[in-house]
């Protein structure tokens, strides 16, 4: 089964929230489209969220917290459950590193948001204080 034929342009991630929705980001709209599973586990497009400039992925947690790693506005975006934008996390550089450059994420063991940062080299945490959801 195929689907995002005239909604994806150029997919390069993707994650599933806990309400079952599908998180994709595309790399050429500069967004992350969400998906629902419809009937006859058909999927169809929900809604989009982002103001992105070069995204390289996307992580949804348990709540429904969005984290999209943005490396040309050298952030991590955190978008609520609704999809609004709340924090954009920018990693202070690291050692003799003028920037930083957040790309691939993950959960931790205990939910905390982890990623690969480019430019050092190494592997960091997320350090924020984390957001409510939304859903009720």
Do not use: W
């Amino acid at each position: 089964e195929r689907f995002g034929e005239g909604v994806l342009n150029r997919p390069i991630a993707l994650d599933f929230a806990p309400d079952g929705s599908l998180h994709v980001l595309d790399a050429e709209r500069n967004q992350c489209i969400v998906f629902y599973e419809g009937q006859k586990s058909k999927f169809f497009m929900k809604r989009t969220y982002g103001d992105l400039r070069g995204p390289s992925d996307v992580l949804v947690d348990r709540r429904g917290v969005c984290y999209i790693s943005d490396p040309e506005q050298r952030a991590i975006l955190i978008f609520d459950s609704a999809g609004t934008l709340v924090q954009a996390e920018r990693p202070s550089p690291f050692g003799s590193f003028d920037q930083s450059d957040p790309r691939g994420l993950a959960l931790d063991p205990s939910g905390r948001v982890i990623y690969v940062d480019r430019a050092a080299s190494y592997i960091r945490r997320l350090d924020f204080n984390p957001i409510p959801s939304t859903n009720k």
